[in-house]
Antibody, heavy 118, light 107 residues
């Protein structure tokens, strides 16, 4: 059974940093692109970033480009999101999502809440 | 970036009725469109990919159609568990976007 378990969320002040992790199991992690998708409270879904299976290529939404960095450690079956220069509008539940068929998301974690507030 | 616009924002129907949800793209996405279902407090679930293919384990009452800029998700006969929020999503050129969602509520 595929499992994705996010961690690292919490309360951070504007301008601060946070690193999210996503531990994966139940599938060959190194064979799939991995994504972060977020959802602000009471709002819709927003794709944040993707990293290819090898980790060699990364892509970002314009809203986070230059502030967030996605990475992965295939030896540890773990996905990361380093978030810097955080803003109030980054407040959201952050989901780790397994990529499938070149751009869809077929398995999701339960999410970790990031709150940016003073 | 490609903008996806879903309509209606809210759809009020009764169990057993047919639901038709729409998604329009600001430019052609070919058939590269998916639909997701999200229930309160849960992560989204993939229903349909490449516009018309059901994901693993998705009941046959869910179907998708369309290509280019206009897409439809149809639920042929609503079950109580189908009342949720539905999102469309496109996968163009490593820049993915979601629609704003349609809330399907019990009438």
């Amino acid at each position: 059974e595929v499992q994705l378990l996010e961690s690292g969320g919490g309360l951070v002040q504007p301008g601060g940093s946070l690193r999210l992790s996503c531990a994966a199991s139940g599938f060959t992690f190194s064979s799939y692109a991995m994504n972060w998708v977020r959802q602000a409270p009471g709002k819709g879904l927003e794709w944040v970033s993707v990293v290819t299976a090898s980790g060699g290529n990364t892509y970002y939404a314009d809203s986070v480009k230059g502030r967030f960095t996605i990475s992965r450690d295939n030896s540890k079956n773990t996905l990361y999101l380093q978030m810097n220069s955080l803003r109030a509008e980054d407040t959201a539940v952050y989901y780790c999502a397994k990529g499938w068929a070149l751009g869809y998301f077929d398995c999701w974690g339960q999410g970790t809440l990031v709150t940016v507030s003073s | 970036d490609i903008v996806l616009t879903q309509s209606p924002a809210t759809l009020s129907l009764s169990p057993g009725e047919r639901a038709t949800l729409s998604c329009r793209a600001s430019q052609s996405v070919s058939s590269y469109l998916a639909w997701y279902q999200q229930k309160p407090g849960q992560a989204p679930r993939l229903l349909i990919y490449d516009a018309s293919n059901r994901a693993t384990g998705i009941p046959a009452r869910f179907s998708g159609s369309g290509s280019g800029t206009d897409f439809t998700l149809t639920i042929s006969s609503l079950e109580p568990e189908d009342f949720a929020v539905y999102y469309c999503q496109q996968r163009s050129n490593w820049q993915y976007t979601f629609g704003q969602g349609t809330k399907l509520e019990i009438k």
